[in-house]
C-alpha cells in the first residue's frame, strides 16, 4: 500500500511529553515532514528529517525515524495548551518535489 | 518575509459554476502545489508547477487545473462544481528542485470553498 498511517487521537496533561507516531510505506521516501495545523488555519511546518538521519531533535521537539520499520515518530517535551492542534506526518518519495503524501492527522488534545 | 498568500480566503459557488483561486508564493520559490483538504479524504494533493509547467498531477478529474505565471504566482480552477468539491485548498511553496534545497512546503492559510 502507500499509505501513511497516524492515530487518530492522543491526550496528555500540560507538562508531559507528547509522542506522535507515524508509518510509512515507501522505502522510497527521501524526507519525512512533521506539520501543525490548528483550527481554521493552514499548515505550520514544524521539522522535517532527511531519510539517512536516525534523530533530529529542536528546541522542544525531538524525531525519531526507523527506517527498518518505516516508523516515525515525534516528541513534543513539556506539552503546553497551545500545542493542541492536528499533526500531520508526511513523506516525500524520490524526487517528488512539491508533491508530499501525508498521513491522515493526530489530534492532540492538552488537558491543564 | 512575506508568508505564502492565497485569495479569496472564503468564498460560496453553487453547483454548476466554476471557481478560480490564486496563490502567491513566497519571494524566490518557484514551486507550487495544490492540496485539497475535506474531513473525508484528508489532504490530497492536486498539482505542482515550477517555472510555469506542470512537474506532477495527482489523481483527479480534469475539472481542476491549474497554471503558473512567470512571476511563480499560480491558480488553480475547477469548473463545473460539484457538491464534494467543497473543500479547503491549499497552495504551498517551495524551494523543491533548486539546487541544495531540501523540499519543506511553506502553506498558506488556505481558501476554504462551500459548493451549495
Known amino acids: 500500500g502507500e499509505d501513511v498511517e497516524q492515530s487518530l487521537f492522543l491526550s496528555v496533561r500540560e507538562g508531559d511529553s507528547s509522542v506522535i507516531n507515524c508509518t510509512y510505506t515507501d522505502s522510497s521516501s527521501t524526507y519525512l515532514y512533521w506539520y501543525k495545523q490548528e483550527p481554521g488555519a493552514g499548515l505550520q511546518l514544524l521539522t522535517y528529517i532527511f531519510s539517512n538521519m536516525d534523530m533530529k531533535q529542536d528546541q522542544r521537539l525531538t524525531v525519531l525515524l526507523n527506517k527498518k520499520d518505516k516508523h516515525l515518530s515525534l516528541r513534543i517535551a513539556d506539552t503546553q495548551t497551545g500545542d493542541s492542534a492536528i499533526y500531520f506526518c508526511a513523506e516525500r518519495r524520490g524526487a517528488s518535489y512539491g508533491k508530499l503524501t501525508f498521513g491522515q492527522g493526530t489530534i492532540l488534545t492538552v488537558h491543564p | 518575509k512575506a508568508g505564502v498568500t492565497q485569495t479569496p480566503r472564503y468564498l460560496i459557488k453553487t453547483r454548476g459554476q466554476q471557481v478560480t483561486l490564486s496563490c502567491s508564493p513566497i519571494?524566490?520559490?518557484?514551486?507550487v502545489s495544490w492540496y485539497q483538504q475535506t474531513p473525508g479524504q484528508g489532504l490530497q494533493f492536486l498539482f505542482e508547477?515550477?517555472?510555469?509547467?506542470?512537474?506532477n498531477k495527482g489523481n483527479f478529474p480534469g475539472r481542476f487545473s491549474g497554471r503558473q505565471f512567470s512571476n511563480s504566482r499560480s491558480e488553480m480552477n475547477v469548473s463545473t462544481l460539484e457538491l464534494g468539491d467543497s473543500a479547503l485548498y491549499l497552495c504551498?511553496?517551495?524551494?523543491?528542485?533548486?539546487?541544495?534545497?531540501?523540499?519543506?512546503?511553506?502553506f498558506g492559510e488556505g481558501s476554504r470553498l462551500t459548493v451549495l
Open positions: 504551498a511553496s517551495s524551494l523543491a528542485g533548486t539546487s541544495g534545497a531540501t523540499g519543506e512546503l511553506f
Open positions: 519571494s524566490g520559490h518557484r514551486s
Open positions: 508547477y515550477f517555472s510555469e509547467t506542470q512537474r
